[in-house]
């Protein structure tokens, strides 16, 4: 455009306020066109020693602008972490205390949907170390237990039965009655498990036996967890550990 152009103010006015308000109705198009987002899915969570891990799943629709950040929540005692990203730790919670946690997703729009509670978990202290057979205890096969294994062998037809070592793992009763629970590896890392041994059990070993393989399936070796009951020794679990 040539100088005389810009000469005249009440045309480069116009100009100016055309383009001004091309922009506002664009900004506000995409206002008006995007939503919040809808709820996060599949809320987990995993206590530690007065934390907890939660994770979870985008929501099914972003509102039509990306997500910029996800907020936690306790229940009890409102404790909040924000994160960009699908997991956060949640910190300063109290130990011995059972929480669920939600979780909302925030766009330019704002605030979305809360999710559903997550499962219900409690913090606690230091973690018991996960069983193995390296640091379990062992002790001389008790005869007991010798002759509740191989009955139990012989009534599947399975017999002879030899016992590997002439040893028994020594089981920790309290920590393998408690159902599903969490432990500590040596190498920092947490497992959770489901323990075999009936919360009514007066003691509980683990002995490894040879047999005849099953029909089916070859496996001729077992681990076995025996419980001693009020009736006496019973296997209450094979093929794996306690």
Not at 117 to 131: D, I, K, R
Request: proline share 7%; net charge positive.
């Amino acid at each position: 455009m040539s100088a005389s152009f810009w000469r005249r103010p009440v045309l480069v006015g116009v100009i100016v306020v055309v383009l001004a308000a091309i922009v506002a109705v664009a900004i506000y198009s995409l206002r008006t066109t995007a939503s919040v987002a809808s709820q996060p899915r599949s809320v987990h969570a995993v206590a530690h020693d007065r934390s907890a891990l939660v994770s979870w799943s985008p929501p099914r629709s972003d509102g039509g602008a990306a997500i910029v950040s996800y907020t936690v929540s306790s229940r009890p005692d409102a404790r909040t972490c924000t994160t960009a990203t699908t997991s956060c730790t949640v910190r300063h919670l109290r130990n011995g205390t059972a929480y669920s946690f939600t979780v909302v997703a925030r766009n330019s729009v704002g605030f979305g949907a809360v999710s559903s509670h997550s499962n219900t978990v409690t913090p606690t202290g230091a973690l018991a170390a996960c069983w193995s057979l390296a640091t379990s205890p062992t002790a001389p096969l008790a005869p007991a237990v010798r002759t509740a294994v191989t009955l139990y062998y012989d009534a599947k037809h399975l017999g002879p039965v030899s016992f590997v070592g002439d040893r028994q793992w020594v089981l920790n009763v309290v920590q393998q009655s408690r159902g599903v629970h969490r432990c500590a590896n040596p190498d920092g890392s947490t497992s959770e498990y489901v323990g075999s041994v009936p919360p009514n059990a007066i003691a509980a070993v683990m002995v490894e036996t040879t047999h005849k393989p099953y029909p089916v399936v070859e496996a001729p070796t077992n681990f076995v967890t025996v419980a001693r009951l009020a009736t006496g020794w019973t296997i209450v679990a094979e093929g794996t550990g306690p």
